[in-house]
């Protein structure tokens, strides 16, 4: 077993911060991440609120930027790299990952972050690329001219709408609410658009291929009645959900959402185990306040030490 | 100009003349978006881990990418990256849309094992 004095799982922008300043106050950091390092900053097409960058900065690049500044002060990384146990009590914690090691810390902070909502339901997985997507900058230009739906009526789901209005003949929004729930001045511009029109109350169940086309079965929430309607095309817009599946065998309080519960301090119920950044019960989650939070965690561990 | 630490495919030829010389290839072709940069990052962590296979990426947009684009495989895609893996100078496998490191290691032990 590899002994470290912090292990940081997550690679994002809490992570990379506590990272720095951990690394920076010579202990022993270990950062471990299923995928490269960066978080949502790295997709992030441009950054232009984050200090410091008078012209917005390529998420990337920043992301790069946190990294490589992590690693040149003695942070080792993990990456790409699948947690297979965990252990995390007031006495022992330790990570073993998919290269069949096991990792022990002194301390741990969570800093998992979010991803986009999946739905979850019969055809979105498999025909993820074939029909179902969740970029409008990406993938709008392969529906020029096409119908589509759009699945979701918050922000996200509004501002990637009115992208693909560029490129699509029409959008068929489906919402489970009578209502949406994105900011107004977006909302209104989607809604008055005349190649919208919007499925109130419904929510889709399942997705089929019927010869090139896709086949959305939604159900009207109001009347449990089902039906099927065919397009070109789907995007997903639902939303958020913390990375914190990982966590379920594990004594760390979540909220009802997986949201990690910690104290003022980035503390968790369990001794030793901090969490920052998205996937920590708040209020407002920017990178900005992500880098804030890995701050306090690593400042705190810091002090402990 | 894709800015990634992978080394790029840049004309026809030289995606030829790699997967003629070289068993196991994997190249994923797209932009500098939300949904490629993560296989463009799983790729720079893979190449360490795996060093007989040789990883690439191209930019979806030169005229080169045409030679992904028309891929019988790749007929039916609707999501950047397309991501193409070759063996022996034929396409074992090809996906659409971003995949995780997870899907990306599974591919690997599924067509390059």
């Known amino acids: 077993m590899q002994k470290f004095d912090v292990i940081i799982i997550g690679a994002?922008?809490?992570g990379l911060a506590a990272a720095i300043y951990i690394a920076r106050a010579v202990l022993s950091t270990l950062v471990i991440d299923e995928s490269s390092a960066g978080g949502q900053v790295k997709t992030t097409h441009q950054v232009a609120n984050y200090p410091g960058f008078v012209e917005p900065i390529a998420g990337h690049e920043l992301a790069g930027n946190m990294r490589n500044q992590a690693e040149k002060y003695g942070a080792e990384f993990k990456l790409a790299a699948d947690i297979t146990a965990l252990h995390l009590s007031n006495q022992e914690k330790w990570v073993e990952l998919d290269d069949e090691n096991r990792y022990a810390g002194e301390f741990v902070i969570i800093a998992t972050g979010s991803s986009p909502r999946l739905l979850d339901i019969p055809g979105e997985q498999e025909y993820k690329g074939n029909g179902v997507s969740y970029c409008a900058t990406c993938d709008g230009e392969f529906y020029k001219d096409k119908d589509i739906f759009v699945i979701g009526g918050g922000n996200s789901a509004m501002e990637e709408s009115l992208l693909l209005l560029q490129f699509v003949k029409s959008i068929t929004v489906i919402h489970q609410f009578d209502k949406l729930q994105a900011e107004k001045i977006t909302a209104d511009k989607v809604i008055m658009n005349p190649k919208v029109s919007i499925m109130w109350s419904h929510e889709p169940r399942a997705f089929y291929k019927k010869e090139n086309r896709m086949v959305v079965?939604?159900?009207?929430l109001k009347t449990n009645k089902r039906i099927r309607l065919e397009r070109d095309g789907i995007f997903i817009f639902v939303g958020l959900?913390?990375?914190?599946?990982?966590?379920k065998n594990t004594p760390i309080q979540l909220t009802k959402y997986g949201y990690v519960i910690t104290d003022p301090q980035m503390e968790t119920n369990i001794r030793g185990v901090y969490a920052a950044g998205d996937v920590r019960e708040k209020r407002h989650r920017q990178i900005t306040t992500s880098v804030g939070d890995g701050t306090i965690a690593a400042l705190e561990i810091i002090h402990k030490v | 100009m894709l800015q990634t630490n992978l080394e790029h495919i840049e004309s026809e030829e030289q995606l030829k003349e790699l997967i003629e010389n070289n068993e196991k290839v994997a190249v994923s072709c797209g932009r500098m978006g939300p949904m490629c940069i993560p296989v463009y990052g799983i790729f720079e962590i893979l190449q360490e881990k795996y060093?007989?296979?040789q990883f690439r990426d191209m930019?979806?947009?030169i005229p080169a990418a045409a030679i992904i684009k028309v891929l019988p495989e790749c007929r039916n895609f609707y999501g950047l990256p397309f991501t193409i893996y070759y063996r022996n100078g034929k396409v074992v496998k090809a996906t659409s849309s971003i995949q995780s490191a997870k899907e990306v290691k599974s591919v690997i032990d599924e067509v390059f094992a």
């Open chain 1, 12 to 14: 994002g922008p809490a």
């Open chain 1, 241 to 247: 959900v913390p990375n914190s599946t990982f966590l």
């Open chain 1, 217 to 220: 079965e939604a159900e009207n």
């Open chain 2, 51 to 53: 060093p007989d296979i």
């Open chain 2, 59 to 61: 930019d979806f947009d």
